[in-house]
């Protein structure tokens, strides 16, 4: 069973314009949301993480927006730039259950062409 | 200040020998997950420590895995009798103690096994 489920599983985007990957949830005790930024050959980078209690979250050209009701939360890369091409997944973990693992979609690999 | 630190990076066993993975956690954190990249897929949580403690281990196979964090050192994850399905990319995160959710991972450690 996928818990977190995301799309597309690839994106080509021209320079200057705006990347959106979508991930939806099924398990309703998710409260922490995460966005991790990897490089080939490199380890997982924490971009950004949205909590329920707020609808959308924007730091630098990076903003993720959060719909509780539809269990659904995704990423916009404003101005995406060639050095933004690497895989970005989703996660999504429930907090004070005594483990707090991370819940990771599949990924999505992003290609920002000149 | 030292992000967190795996090592190997590249690590090759043959079929039947033992793999020792090392993570070393950034300075002040003193929570350790473990999570395993297959390629292609998102990474899966395998198991959850704290010093000298293991808080969740339902993702760690039962047979053959074991993983430590004592109380002095690195945390170790352990493949005992290694075999081809084991290859994968092994990741280290640590969080603080009191933001367990936000996790930070290193670079990870590449396993064939041949």
């Known amino acids: 069973q996928q818990q977190v489920k995301q799309s597309p599983q690839s994106l080509i985007v021209q320079k200057g314009g705006i990347s959106i990957i979508n991930c939806a949830y099924e398990?309703?005790?998710?409260?922490?949301f995460p966005w991790y930024q990897q490089f080939p050959g490199k380890g997982p980078a924490l971009l950004i993480a949205?909590?329920?209690?707020?609808s959308e979250k924007k730091e630098g050209r990076f903003t993720i927006s959060f719909n509780k009701s539809a269990k659904q939360f995704s990423l916009h890369i404003m101005d995406s730039q060639p050095g933004d091409s690497a895989t970005y997944f989703c996660a999504a973990a429930v907090s004070g259950a005594g483990s707090y693992q991370l819940t990771f979609g599949k990924g999505t690999k992003l290609s920002v062409i000149p | 200040n030292a992000g967190v630190m795996q090592n190997p990076r590249h690590l090759v066993r043959r079929r039947g020998q033992e793999a020792r993975l090392r993570c070393s956690p950034m300075k002040g954190h003193s929570h350790v997950y473990w999570y395993r990249q297959l390629p292609e897929e998102g990474l899966k949580f395998m198991v959850y420590?704290?010093?000298?403690?293991?808080?969740?281990e339902s993702g760690m196979p039962k047979e053959r895995f074991s993983a430590e964090f004592p109380k002095e050192g690195p945390s170790i994850l352990r493949i005992q009798q290694v075999v081809r399905g084991d290859s994968a990319a092994y990741f280290c995160?640590?969080?603080?103690?009191?933001?367990?959710?936000?996790?930070?991972f290193g670079p990870g450690t590449r396993l064939t096994v041949t």
């Open positions: 995160a640590s969080s603080p103690p009191p933001l367990r959710n936000e996790q930070y």
């Open positions: 949205i909590r329920p209690d707020v």
């Open positions: 420590l704290q010093k000298e403690n293991i808080i969740d």
């Open positions: 398990n309703t005790a998710f409260d922490y």
